[in-house]
């Protein structure tokens, strides 16, 4: 392993994973810290996504260091803590307590931190984070329920969350390219500044800035700092330029589409996709339990499966219906059983045969994988940006394509099916 990392959500990992697929990196990523050691053994980097963004700040520093010891053990030579390119956090963390205790742990005391992704809109100037045309304080994230982000100097907002000092590389020295990127970093260390934040504009710039990092022991970012790392492995010998790295081993098998968020761009997904293959609605408010709802959806698909047809399975619905289930339900209530009809769902049809699958939802996705037993999944190539097929690691071997809701264009169910087949 060159390259651990420890992501502080599950699709923010994906994420990651597939920029260092893109950059010729074979990849894992792990759900949570794995048991077992040897699932590193194939990669050149490995993710392993923790869900920490938003839990108690003494219990992600816990799970990112016990994430840090496991990556370390497989021999990472250089660490990457990953977190959202909207720099989502509190007050009270978890970016800088976490940060903090990796770097004490790595016996560091330099790093940078980074969130933007010029490709999604994310960009950084004199330390301000800019989400499309608007300043991160102005964007919708200043709403968020969990994160709301209300300052967009970051500079200001890692001040806030580590006792430790924070400094910035403002965009004159980012554009003068990595060596001048590594005389400020030099600068601002000798400053007693412990964290750098680094203005972006354009990919080129974080391609400078990951040739800057190539000796830093952390860095701290969202997934765009990625894009230039691949390339400091490969200079040092260690990485081969040529490896196809998003390569999947093939899968044979049935396949099936399931679908549990209610998020737009889905929700088209659902229509485009329903016209064309057979699709079973799942109703939430028939009264019958998560497994009797599942047996029952699998009993109408069951003659299409075994013939061999593409079956989705959606309790995709709009905010009045999902509206409705939930106040007959209970929010929580309506969650949790609709979870446990997917999860139900993706049991029954792998004991049926199906090999391929994909999953509409993060959430929906989480609760896929645990039913499944998946520790961790290997990563391939991008079907839509941010989205790859994966191919979960142990028997069976079952390609994954795992989506949040609102990633990927109308037709991507069908694109995602013909790309694994
Ligand atoms: P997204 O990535 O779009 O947020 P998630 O799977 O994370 O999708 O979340 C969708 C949530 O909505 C899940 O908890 C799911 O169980 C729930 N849900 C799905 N369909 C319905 C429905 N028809 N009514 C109420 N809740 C639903």
Known sequence: MLLGCIADDFTGATDLASMLVAGGMRTIQTIGVPRDRSLADAADAVVVALKSRTIDPAEAVAQSLAALVWLRAGGARQIYFKYCSTFDSTGRGNIGPVADALMQALGTDFTIACPALPANRRTTYRGHLFVGDELLSDSSMRQHPLTPMTDANLVRVLGRQTRHK????????????????????????SDGVRYAIVDVLCDEDLVAIGAACADLPLITAGSGVALGLPQNFVRLGLLSAHTDAARLPSTGGLAAVLAGSCSEATRRQVATMAGRHPAIAIDPLTGAGADALASAAIERARSDIVAGRVVLFYSSADPGAVAAVQEKLGSGHAAALIEGVFARLAQELVALGVRRLVVAGGETSGAVVQALGVQALAIGAAIDPGVPWTMSLGEPRIALALKSGNFGADDFFDKALGMMS
Do not use: K, N, S, W
Not at 166 to 189: D, H, K, M, S
């Open 166 to 189: 924070v400094g910035l590389v403002a965009y004159p020295e980012v554009a003068g390219g990595a060596q001048r990127i590594r005389t400020a970093f030099e600068r601002l260390r």
